[in-house]
């Protein structure tokens, strides 16, 4: 099996750097400077065992390869808000022998959120969904940190209409073999719903910084809240807390430390993107179609969506200010 790391970034680069290190055969898939980064210089790629650079195959798109082999495997590692560009890009990309990816090779969908399940659904007959616990950084091309331990991260992995199958073994073998923890699950779609329920906060961090603080934990639960009670109306269930608990146990501890996640990662490189449209989003289109009010996940989406459009320096609002916000949605909801 060759792996098509799509979106080496984070949480990609840090999979593909580990496969390959195990002994995988790894593409990386980047682009602008961080792909040039990793031509010229390699990846450099920093876990709790160290640094090492990798020198990786890289493309910018399937052009490069040429007809794509039967044994290759997607993983799509790209923001969601970048990924109908990344599966239109490979979907029609040839196979060898016949046919393309979109219809024959697997794709896993490595995403915050669950919206890039349903993206692929639309587009690849064979689709997994990965719940990533993979704390990483990516702030300087070519430069990537993952320093949790004793296991690298957790990747729960599973088709996404439900089930497990050999395709999702054989990558879970992979995967444990290159420092994860990686169980094989039936129903990895339950999994990505509560590990979205954490996420909710990304907005909170992206926008008023990543230090902890009581306000911002208060504001979390109250978005948390929302999305429990628009899931309870959808019928949508999802891994409880205890679970969470079960499943990492020790077993992929992050450094003592304070980190900025995903969101905030986006905005202190300045992408010009946040994916709280598919975090918080999520919780409003849910909200909208079953009547249940998502003032707080509304404002949050709101405002990262803003910090990003303009450029706005990542913790630069009040965490008072956001939840000024917050409460004032929450009013107007009440009296509508």
């Not at 990793?38 to 910018?60: N, S």
């Not at 979109?102 to 349903?118: D, I, K, S, T, Y």
Request: aromatic share 4%.
């Amino acid at each position: 099996m060759r792996y098509l790391i799509i979106g080496a970034g984070a949480v990609g680069a840090t999979i593909g750097g580990r496969l390959a290190e195990a002994g995988s055969d790894v593409v990386l898939v980047a682009r602008g400077a961080h792909a040039q980064a990793l031509r010229e210089r390699g990846l450099t790629l920093t876990t709790a065992e160290g640094t090492r650079v990798h020198r990786l195959p890289v493309v910018t798109g399937p052009s490069e390869l040429g007809a794509l082999r039967p044994d290759d495997v997607l993983l799509l590692g790209v923001k969601t808000q970048d990924a109908v560009a990344a599966l239109d890009a490979w979907g029609g990309a040839e196979v060898a022998g016949g046919g393309t990816a979109a219809q024959r090779l697997p794709v896993f969908c490595a995403q915050n959120g669950v919206e890039g399940e349903r993206m692929a659904l639309r587009r690849f007959a064979r689709v997994y969904g990965m719940c990533v616990w993979l704390p990483s950084d990516f702030l300087e091309p070519g430069r990537v940190s993952a320093l949790c331990a004793p296991r690298t991260g957790i990747l729960h992995v599973g088709r996404a209409a439900g089930g497990a199958d050999a395709t999702a073994r054989r990558f879970a073998e992979d995967l444990e073999k290159a420092g994860f923890e990686a169980p094989v699950v039936e129903d990895v779609m339950r999994w990505k719903y509560a590990k979205l329920l954490g996420n909710l906060g990304n907005a909170i961090q992206a926008t008023t910084g990543p230090e902890p603080a009581p306000a911002k934990a208060a504001l979390l639960l109250r978005a948390i809240r929302e999305a429990k009670a628009a899931y309870a109306a959808a019928g949508i269930a999802y891994a409880s807390t205890e679970e969470e608990a079960q499943a990492r146990d020790g077993k992929a501890v992050p450094p003592p430390g304070v980190r900025g996640g995903s969101s905030w990662q986006s905005l202190q490189r300045g992408t010009g993107s946040i994916e709280a449209d598919y975090l918080n989003g999520e919780i409003s289109l849910l909200g909208r179609l079953h009547g249940v009010p998502t003032p707080v996940n509304e404002v949050l989406r709101h405002a990262a969506n803003i910090f990003a459009r303009e450029g706005l320096p990542p913790g630069s609002m009040s965490v008072a200010d956001l939840t000024a916000l917050a409460d004032e949605a929450e009013a107007r909801s009440a009296s509508h």
